[in-house]
């Protein structure tokens, strides 16, 4: 058996939207994944992932047949300038402006945008400003 290696983010293990459209979700996220250089995965007629989060439709498996409600989720940008390409590339890919890029009054550095997926969810890019990460991801080998 092949070994896995995964990369997993600083908090959450992982998170699941279920989509009332999944081609029309597969382009925003795509088009965000993209402007953020996150590739994506596990592309079938019912789901795909993105890092830690996981669309899916509601016939998915693990959907049990319910769409989720409203979620804010957050992305990590390395520079404000990834801030700005997510934010048009979410927008050109059928999103809609919930927060042009700017600074905003949580810490100083805090750089964000805020733009609403194709079901209302309120999908945010941020850079934090400079700071030293003690690693990029947690390395994960099974």
Known sequence: ???????????IDH???????????RRFYG???????VPIGGEDETYFWIDELFVSSA??????GKLTGRHHLAF???????????????????????GAPGERPYHPGYYA????????????AVYHGE?????ASVKITF
């Open 31 to 37: 088009a965000v994944a993209d402007a953020l250089g």
């Open 76 to 98: 990590q940008a390395a520079d404000p300038a990834m801030v700005r390409a997510f934010h048009a590339a979410a927008i050109a890919a059928g999103g809609t402006d919930n």
């Open 113 to 124: 945008a805020f733009v609403l997926d194709p079901d209302g969810n309120n999908i945010e």
């Open 1 to 11: 058996m092949e070994a896995q290696e995964l990369h997993r983010g600083r908090l």
């Open 131 to 135: 700071a030293a990460r003690s690693a």
């Open 15 to 25: 998170l699941q939207l279920v989509v009332a459209d999944l081609a029309a979700s």
């Open 59 to 64: 016939d998915s498996e693990a959907a049990l």
